[in-house]
């Protein structure tokens, strides 16, 4: 199967941000020409795109989210946040079955797909379910443990570890990770070391994300919580942090030492009023710095533009300085630092024997006329109004507002609302 | 022409923000019956539009903005505010010719109808072309006078006022205002004082911006720019002020004290870095709360959904309480109060013989799925790609991504590139 897409412009992210006219070929799931056109030269193909000036460059990387938590959208807002977790998301999902975790993933997976979001690293319970919802679609996700004291366990992540990396489909990878220092014991971490020691594997989870978890840390471990992962011996061999909202000095020292990764959530930081990160300063000292949209509990909806919007929004109010965290590099955040932090060297940017996550930002919308500057577009201004194509391992998932999926778009919708009507009554007789 | 729309969910905005299912009646330019399916019941109309469970709702109102800026969309981000004023925008604006305003409005109209912005409250150079803009397109404008030291004068302003006020089309009005505090001279404000005096009318003006602009007030008139303002008498009809973040506790006074509106502008305060308004007081304290988007100069895109999200979110961290700010506020301030903050009384809410601004927000996309709560939906999960159709006066300018103008898109996007390359390369000659 050739796909060859003619009159683009290509942002490739390969080595700059620059923009250069030129077509794109993908043969199978890869790409397999990128570059200038070559005219006059007979090309066969199976179909062939003409982009009409518009943009291809690789898809967002989505590095932290709970997919299956579109059951939760709009469920409980404007809380404060222990009442939102203790006495909305906890108990309603407690009410989760199992196969839930499927038909609601599902629904995030579609919002990926009109956000041009083209892999997740998603980190819920029931790992197999939204392993196999991504599958099923045609998805990248790179699920991600979850063990806490009361759900999940280190055998059970090892598992499976062992059944989704021995897959085939190749769309589909696991690694080892855990809930947070406050829901997971010193033993079951002590475990977990042991496991990632073994398997040779970078461990992530939600880190300094309040500074209650800090204040918490320091009282409970005299550390902060990126040093107490530290001294378990958790990022030996890598990993890095969610949402990383109340760093300390030694905190950055801690990340350079390990050369973790900083996933930053500015919408969920902002939603759930739990503060602004350091971004410029991450940049400044060389963190990697990568984006996720947290889960849609948390901040509803699941749109990169808003999140990288965010990103340098936020960076430039937290400096009181209007040049900080530049559009060129948030749009590196949002691909290729993404795709470095879930271990996709593979699909990170627009490059021969490169993955085929490709999608295409129309330009032929208002908010990005008269053209300016194309990543500044992208980045101040776009919207998933913008998203004309978004093709995951070579295949074309939504194309001019249409999905391309296992199933009904209507279909997905409808399951999606039964397990949540279901979830509600069930809680009613709590 | 009556146009029918059945199977709605409405919003009507009016006295609640609840939401209920019937049907909505436009005839020519206004709502002719809205509330419960008339079932068995014969109606002649011209068209029935069938909603399909999506919600009709007033449009928003972009109750701040410099439409003409689209020829600075992208043109120069991350700048220190400074440089971005003093060596891109005002250089740049020195190039624009007559006639100039009047296509780069249009495109700032067509990306208000992606938004569902059915009016807006325009502040630029030459109005008379902003103004011809809207009435070509169809699009409901407020225009509003910016007298500075070196631009427009007071008579200008008056001769503009009767111009536009005494035009029968219904669609643009034109109220007084300058530029603020820092680009005017005391004697222009004391001359436009006594215009707005004998004309009775509001001042609304930039206000409290950044908290340079504070201080020097404070330095040059020992008085807050509120103070000054009042000091002047321009507050004598009412009016309001744009962005507002650096408010102190007496201008909360004076706001409170003549019914002053605040709107403000968060994605441009948090692009240009100007800080975060104190949202929640001013809720508190009953000081009515408009948005507005500003000019596509600071915040590059002119969406509502970017705007909502970031009044609330903005709010939360502020007061570092994620209760802050709640949605069913923010869904006022986007459409109600915005509408009486322009003198739009008659296109507040979806009423019988209130005009027909009303757009249709589509639930039957992922980000909207599953429904738990549509006024959340749309201020924390909503996006460009949700507005099915946008009608402004009883005519559809906007549905399933196609406009209907006096224009092809594709003209308008052409005579903005044109007219903005032609500034670029007559900047290079400066």
Redesign the interface.
């Known amino acids: 199967m050739k796909i060859r897409f003619i009159n683009a412009r290509l942002l490739t992210m390969d080595k700059n941000e620059n923009v250069t006219f030129g077509e794109l070929e993908v043969t199978d799931n890869h790409i397999s020409y990128v570059g200038e056109e070559r005219k006059n030269v007979a090309i066969k193909c199976d179909r062939e795109i003409d982009c009409q000036g518009n943009v291809l460059m690789p898809g967002f990387k989505n590095a932290h989210t709970h997919s299956a938590m ?6 409980a ?5 222990e009442d ?1 977790l203790h006495k909305a998301v906890f108990p309603a999902e407690a009410h989760l079955k199992k196969g839930d975790e499927y038909h609601l993933s599902k ?2 997976i ?2 990926y797909l ?1 956000s041009g979001i083209t892999a997740a690293f998603d980190m819920y319970y029931n790992p197999l379910e939204t392993a196999r919802a991504a599958s099923d679609s045609g998805f990248r996700m790179v699920c991600l443990g979850t063990v806490t004291s009361f759900r999940e366990s280190v055998d059970d992540m090892v598992s499976a570890y062992r059944v989704i990396n021995s897959s085939k489909n190749g769309l589909v990878t696991y690694r080892l990770g855990f809930h947070s220092i406050y829901t997971t014991t010193r033993e079951i971490l002590q475990e977990l070391s042991k496991a990632a020691h073994s398997l040779k594997t970078p461990i992530f989870t939600h880190t300094s994300e309040t500074e209650v978890e800090v204040k918490n840390s320091l009282e409970k471990n005299n550390l902060t919580p990126p040093a107490y992962i530290e001294s378990l011996g958790l990022y030996d061999y890598g990993g890095g942090g969610f949402h990383c909202v109340h760093m300390q000095d030694e905190d950055f020292e801690i990340f350079k030492r390990h050369k973790l990764y900083v996933v930053t959530n500015p ?1 969920s930081n ?4 739990s ?2 990160p350091e971004i410029q300063r991450m940049i400044d000292e060389n963190i990697p710095v990568a984006i996720g949209t947290d889960g ?1 509990a948390s ?5 990169f533009f ?1 999140e990288m ?2 990103v ?3 960076g ?2 937290r ?6 965290v ?2 060129t590099e948030v749009i590196k955040m949002a691909t290729v630092n993404g795709a470095l932090a879930m271990g996709l060297d593979d699909a990170d940017v627009l490059a021969v024997n490169k993955k085929a996550d490709i999608i295409m930002i129309d330009l ?4 990005m ?6 990543v ?2 992208i980045v ?6 913008n998203v004309k194509m978004t093709m995951i391992n070579g295949k074309i998932l939504y194309e001019d ?1 249409k999905f391309f999926l296992d199933e009904s ?2 279909q ?2 409808q399951k ?2 039964e ?3 279901r979830i509600k009554r069930d809680m009613r007789h709590d």
């Open positions: 579109t059951f939760l959208r709009s469920f807002d404007d809380l404060p946040l939102w629904v995030a579609a919002e009109t919408s902002t939603k759930l009023a503060g602004i849609p901040g509803n909806c699941l749109d808003r919007f965010l340098t929004g936020l430039k109010l400096t009181k300085d209007a040049s900080a530049k559009a032929q919308q208002p908010n006329q008269p053209i300016n500057n194309i500044d577009n101040y201004s776009g919207s998933k109004q507002n778009i209507e997905i919708y999606a609302q397990i949540t009507d």
